[in-house]
């Protein structure tokens, strides 16, 4: 199997300190719906792991994050694409679990759930939990420059990691990369 996993805000959509409660407020960053149909489209199973704290703090309920993720459902099959599996975490960041990035127990979740292992595995986002999770899970960290990326350079060092401007940016590389690794026939 071959698997991606995505963060969501900052990575398919644009982030926003007062977090995205609603449809009105959820915007895709230029080329991800289409980056992500097209790693599905290439056979790539496509899945997302994304805190979602904003439920535990009482600022939206399941519905309207329930709504969210099926209109970005909707937008990747438009483009004959398809998600896997959408995981998100409700818990606020005081007295979280190992499922709230920056523990590993989303990932680790979706590999047992899709009946794979983490290694090798990329997982793309654009804050330092997420590539803590992506380490502690065994995974492949992949940091986007979008979102809240350029913070997260800022204040660590990310020398090893790769490093894309965007979710577009990264299923092109990506999708190259993978061309390349197939064995050639004559």
């Given amino acids: 199997m ?19 409660k609603s449809l009105a ?6 080329g991800s719906i289409e980056a992500i ?14 805190n979602q704290s904003g439920i535990g703090r ?18 990747v099959q438009a483009l004959g694409g398809h998600i896997e599996l959408i995981e998100f975490c409700p818990e606020v960041p005081e007295g979280a679990s190992e499922m709230r990035k920056p523990g590993p127990g989303m990932l680790l979740d979706l590999a047992r759930r ?10 793309v986002g654009d804050t330092w939990s997420d590539v803590q999770a992506a380490r502690a899970a065994g995974a492949y960290p992949v940091l986007l420059r979008s979102g809240k990326g350029l913070r997260t350079l800022d204040k ?12 577009a940016a990264f299923a092109e590389a990506w999708l190259r990369q993978s061309a390349d690794q197939r064995p050639h026939t004559a």
């Fill in 2 to 20: 071959k698997l991606v996993i995505l963060d969501r805000d900052g990575v398919i959509n644009e982030d926003s300190d007062h977090y995205i």
């Fill in 25 to 30: 407020e959820w915007q895709a960053i230029p």
């Fill in 58 to 75: 009482g600022l939206f309920d399941y519905d309207a994050l329930l709504a969210l993720h099926a209109n970005l459902q909707r937008s």
């Fill in 114 to 123: 899709l009946g794979t292992s983490m290694a090798g595995v990329p997982f």
């Fill in 156 to 167: 660590h060092d990310v020398t090893g990691i790769d490093l894309y401007d965007d979710l």
């Fill in 37 to 50: 149909a097209r790693l599905s489209r290439a056979g790539h199973t496509v899945a997302i792991a994304t």
